[in-house]
Structure formats: structure tokens, C-alpha cells
């Protein structure tokens, strides 16, 4: 295990903090009524707004393990001076503010903070009200950072005082940002069968930090709601029922540039021999690559039953028989190389446009991605030592010809 990072240098921490401060905002919107929304970075770390206006003001603080607030803890007044910028602005005690603070950290229970953590009993020898306890504390503080935030903390009133101090909620022991994901898949995902929760958590984790960024760079200014989130855990969950895949590779490429007159794949091959333009064949490398790289990532998760994708390719190679069947049977022995083309431009014109409107060809029932299917007929396309579906009638015969090497 390495050592701390002590380079002055070093965004370690920094870069931790806005990581946490992501997840923890997943983590509560979780638990949030559907309609409130979060906002990040806009009055304090977040801004969580209820369907009535309330505004709730989280201070977010990832510490080291075994941290403690005591009475002067800078973490706790850096977030005092933030609240009190904003309740001041709002109106003092007109405003429908709350603040919380969310620490890793854990309150001294010697430090009058104890006060602010939830259902904290006030004892009997405890009678001093929180303004007392805090000019009790800002008192003894010779703090240069301290110094003007107790300056802004007395030009309240004593009553503002109360009701601001009143307004404070710390949540200390927080969860670490290690411990969320666990949190979230056990908590949140009980519908969802144990094996598939990592998959979906990190499904879901990534359509979250896509929305964070839209919300900060101003391309959502309303933020996120609750039930945003809720849609599109259940969407995700949904891809991983019995009957239904994940669909992942949606909109995505090869690396490395495709070209169509130098790709040497068989499947490709067969399109050239066809007349297939070059803008299709692109689109079925793509359709290829996509539905090559879904069947890998479900194999990964172990999603597919064993022998699922041969009997799917089984039924795939049957329907082609039977339609192959009815494309050729106009053919001659001596038909001209243009009706041999148009006939395997057909045939691959039905596998490509009309296949997917077929349930029995789906993988599974609600499985209807247009890639999943194309580029399965490609992979069969692309079979070795000969494909086990092809287009052009004569295809098999030049099969050496055309792959400039011995059958």
C-alpha cells in the first residue's frame, strides 16, 4: 500500500473531494423525494430544492479516517461563513434555507457541535442556548480565519443568531467515498439481482456524471431531479431482466479508421461482390463492430445462457435459408452476373431492412437494437473456414477468387 501523497504539489485531494461530492449527490438524491433537485457548485457544494422552494445547503468535507470536529474546527466556520453570506442575502429569517454539513469526519463529544447532529437530546446540565454556545467558542478563537466570520456571525441579532444556528444539521460519520457504491447497490437496487448491481451501478454512475456536467457547464440551469434519476435507474434495470439485454455500444466506433475499399474481412468481401455502396458497407462494419462488442461485454457480465448465442445464430442461419431459398429461385445456371447480383442484393437488403421486424429473430424478446441483428448476420458473413451466410449465389465458388488466396 502506498504512502500519502505529502507533494505540494499534488490535486490528489482536491480531485477526491469533487469526485465525492458527485457521488454523495447520487447517493441522496437517491433517498430525496422524486421532485426535489439537485444543483452542484451554485450556493455551496450542493443545493438540494424541494417542490415547495425549500432550499437545503450541503457543505460536503472527505477527511482522513479517525478526523474529529472539535468547537474552532475550521471545516465547520469555512461552511458558517458560506450559510451566512447566503441567509443574509435571503433575508435572515425570512429565508426557507436549511444547511447541512457532511462530514467523514466525527464530532468531539466534548464540542458543543454535538448539538447540531440529528436527535441530539439536550440535557438538563446543557441549558445554554446554541447562540451562547457558539459566542462561548468564537471567543476563545485567536484565528486569523476565524476572526471575520465571528464578525459576520455578530451582525446578526440574537434572535437571527438562534434561528440561523437552528437552521444547522452536521452529519458526521458520512459515508466515505469507497463506501457509496456499496450503499447505493444494496440500498437502492434490491430489485435488481445481486451479480448484475456492479453493471448497473456503473451504467448508472455514468449517466450521472454526464448530467453533473451538463448542470455545470449551464446546459441544464433547472438541475437534476429526483425522479430523472429514479427513470433511468429503472430504464437500466430493465435491460437486465430475463427476457431483455443491455444495449451499450449504441452510437459508438472502431478506433481505427474504417475504409472501406482496403478492409479485408470476408464479410466485407461479400458487400463488394454484391455492388454494395461504400456508405453501406460503413454502416455494416459498424453494425459488425457494435454487435461484436455488445456480445463481448455480455459475456463479461455473464448475462448470456450457455449456448444462447449459437442457438440465436441457429435461428438466424434458418430464416436466411428459407428466404435465400425464395431470392435465388429464379436463377439459372447460366443467369447473368447482373441478376446474380440483384438477387444477393435482395437477400441482403431483407437481412439488413426487413429481419428485424421478425420476433423470432431477436436474441431475446425485447431485444430489438438494429445493430444486434445486422452485425450478427455479418459475423455469420464472416465465418471461417467459409461463412455460414453469404449473398452473392455464387459466392462459395469464388470464394479463393476473391480473397486472393487458396479455399
Known amino acids: 500500500m502506498t504512502g500519502k501523497n505529502t507533494d505540494k504539489f499534488s490535486a490528489g485531494e482536491q480531485g477526491l473531494g469533487y469526485i465525492y461530492q458527485i457521488r454523495l449527490a447520487l447517493l441522496q438524491l437517491l433517498q430525496y423525494p422524486e421532485d426535489t433537485a439537485v444543483h452542484l457548485e451554485k450556493d455551496d457544494d450542493l443545493d438540494f430544492i424541494d417542490d415547495k422552494g425549500g432550499k437545503s445547503l450541503a457543505s460536503l468535507k472527505h477527511k482522513a479516517i479517525n478526523d474529529r470536529l472539535t468547537d474552532l474546527s475550521t471545516d465547520f466556520w469555512k461552511s458558517v461563513n458560506i450559510w451566512l453570506a447566503r441567509y443574509k442575502r435571503d433575508g435572515c429569517a425570512k429565508s426557507n434555507l436549511r444547511f447541512f454539513l457532511f462530514t467523514t469526519g466525527l464530532v468531539s463529544s466534548d464540542s458543543f457541535l454535538t448539538r447540531f447532529l440529528p436527535h441530539q437530546a439536550v440535557t438538563t446540565d446543557d441549558i445554554r442556548t446554541l447562540t451562547e454556545l457558539a459566542d462561548a467558542a468564537l471567543v476563545t478563537s485567536a484565528s486569523k480565519l476565524i476572526t471575520p466570520i465571528a464578525e459576520a456571525f455578530n451582525e446578526l441579532n440574537s434572535l437571527e443568531k438562534q434561528d440561523f444556528l437552528e437552521r444547522i444539521l452536521i452529519l458526521d460519520s458520512s459515508p466515505r467515498i469507497s463506501d457509496i457504491p456499496a450503499l447505493i447497490k444494496d440500498k437502492h437496487m434490491r430489485s435488481i439481482r445481486r451479480e448484475h448491481r456492479p453493471f448497473v451501478f456503473e451504467r448508472l454512475e455514468g449517466w450521472w456524471t454526464d448530467a453533473v456536467i451538463h448542470q455545470l457547464t449551464g446546459a441544464n440551469p433547472e438541475g437534476i431531479f429526483g425522479y430523472e434519476l429514479s427513470d433511468k435507474l429503472s430504464n437500466i434495470a430493465e435491460e437486465y431482466k430475463t427476457d431483455n439485454l443491455p444495449i451499450t455500444f449504441r452510437g459508438t466506433a472502431p478506433s481505427e479508421e474504417i475504409n472501406t ?19 453501406r458497407i460503413k454502416n455494416a462494419i459498424l453494425d459488425y463492430y457494435r454487435a461484436f462488442s455488445q456480445r463481448s461485454a455480455w459475456a463479461r457480465e455473464n448475462l448470456l ?47 439488413e431492412f426487413e429481419a428485424g421486424n421478425i420476433e423470432s429473430l431477436r436474441i431475446r424478446a425485447r431485444v430489438t437494437e438494429p445493430y444486434v441483428l445486422r452485425g450478427s448476420f455479418h459475423i455469420l458473413a464472416d465465418g471461417s473456414p467459409s461463412p455460414r451466410v453469404y449473398w452473392h449465389p455464387k459466392f462459395l465458388d469464388r470464394l479463393s477468387t476473391v480473397l486472393g488466396v487458396e479455399s
Open 261 to 279: 475499399d482496403t478492409d479485408p474481412r470476408l464479410f466485407v468481401a461479400q458487400l463488394r461482390e454484391i455492388g454494395i455502396t461504400p456508405k
Open 305 to 351: 445462457a450457455l449456448g444462447e448465442v449459437a442457438e440465436y445464430e441457429d435461428r438466424l442461419v434458418d430464416e436466411w435459408e428459407r428466404f435465400k431459398d425464395f431470392a435465388y429461385e429464379k436463377l439459372e445456371n447460366d443467369s447473368p452476373e447482373e441478376a446474380l447480383r440483384e438477387a444477393g442484393s435482395n437477400l441482403y437488403a431483407w437481412a
